[in-house]
């Protein structure tokens, strides 16, 4: 079954037409109920999300002119869909009173509108009407008042006092010469005699120790340089000891950054599959780009292990999102020709594998396997 969810035609915001292609059963007395792809949670009314079942109660289908069937829905069923991630897929089922039933994935147009989105517009003559700031009037400039002219007082004469009395000058005798003066060439004569004796000194000090160190006895002097030549060869060959410890912590260190250059395993590989939390990651392969392949290993090690909440939804997840080999290998687990008892697929269910195929041809109408399984299926 075709499933689609479009606008109406007057654009009415929260509200949408769903058509209905191939279904088979009853057009009145209906039950609908709506499945999300990222957690399986249920739609219930008030636009809330649970993992307990529910089912919408329609009265009646109408015909349309292309051979479908249409019906219109409105904010509680339209706004829910709208408000989850746009990667997120709707699977929806439909029953009858007499049993007949049918699922298909709901096609979301991209012209559907919450109805958050039909705020009205503000009017501008009503009490929301922005009132421009009043603007302030220019106070007149104030009359110049005439300048005062100050006229400059004039400039009093300097007075004129009496002239000082002349001072006679007063004639100083010259001052007796020093005595010390007289002094002057003793006392340098004294100093020089004084640094040619400290240079002799220091003469005679040099000389007797150079005799001292010649005449040292030449034996000990050759003691002297092997015991130094003999410590210069020991630290330049080293110990084998300490070369061993060295060679042990540069392996040590070796083996460190071997060990830190491996990294955590892969977000979507078997090996990271006790490593984190079922939802984180489920999440973390729904947003890698991982290839059918190597996807289809992870989801068969989880079945096995028994992490069915992880198998399924990885599953689910990558069937909706268009993957027609994981689709494919979904109807599979649940199609009495090729079922397998586990712990995670207990029984086979020819509905839901049919429905699985159904993908399948959705994403590859060419897939004859797909096709042949089916037909078989729905005899």
């Known amino acids: 079954m075709r499933v689609e969810l479009r606008p109406l035609e007057s654009g009415t915001p929260g509200e949408g037409r769903l058509l209905l292609k191939g279904w088979k059963g009853e057009t009145t007395s209906l ?10 949670q249920f739609l219930h009314p008030e636009k809330t999300w649970s993992t307990k079942a529910h ?13 479908r069937l249409q019906v219109v829905l409105d904010s509680t069923i339209i706004d829910p869909l709208l408000e989850l991630p746009g990667s997120t897929q709707y699977l929806l089922a439909l029953q009858d009173t007499q ?4 699922k298909g994935v709901i096609r979301l147009s ?12 503000p009017s501008a003559g009503g009490s929301s009407a922005l009132h421009s700031p009043p ?4 106070a007149p400039e104030p009359t110049p008042e005439p300048e005062l002219k100050v006229e400059p007082e004039p400039e009093a004469e300097p007075e004129v006092g009496p002239e000082p009395a002349q001072v006679p000058e007063v004639e100083v005798p010259p001052a007796p010469a020093s005595k010390a003066s007289k002094r002057g060439p003793w006392l340098f004569l004294l100093l020089g005699l004084l640094l040619l004796a400290a240079v002799a000194f220091g003469a005679w000090y040099w000389f007797s120790n150079n005799t001292g160190n010649a005449g040292a006895d030449p034996v000990e002097q050759e003691n002297v340089e092997e015991e130094e030549s003999e410590e210069d060869s020991n630290e330049a060959e080293g110990s084998p000891v300490e070369e061993d410890a060295d060679l042990r912590t540069e392996e040590a260190s070796e083996e460190e950054v071997a060990a830190s250059s491996a990294g955590p395993a892969p977000v979507c590989s078997i090996a ?3 490593e984190q939390e079922e939802l984180a990651f489920v999440q973390g392969c729904s947003k890698a780009d991982v290839a059918p392949e190597a996807l289809l290993s992870v989801i068969e090690a989880a079945r096995d292990a028994e992490h069915c909440g992880i198998a399924r939804r990885l599953y689910a997840n990558r069937a909706i999102a268009g993957d027609a080999t994981i689709a494919l290998a979904y109807a599979r ?3 009495p020709a090729y079922h397998q008892a586990s712990t995670c697929f207990t029984a086979a269910d020819a509905e839901t594998a049919s429905y699985w195929y159904q993908i399948v041809l959705d994403t590859d109408p060419d897939n004859s396997e797909a096709q042949a399984r089916f037909e078989e299926l729905g005899e």
């Not at 089912?55 to 009646?60: K, M, N, P």
């Open 333 to 335: 687990e649940y199609d």
């Open 272 to 274: 990271a599959l006790e």
């Open 31 to 40: 039950q609908l109920s709506i499945q999300e792809s990222q957690d399986q």
């Open 55 to 67: 089912s919408f109660e329609l009265a009646s289908l109408e015909e349309t002119d292309d051979q």
């Open 110 to 121: 991209r012209d559907l509108m919450p109805s958050s989105a039909a705020g009205s517009a």
């Open 99 to 102: 049993g007949t039933q049918a």
């Open 135 to 138: 603007v302030a009037e220019k």
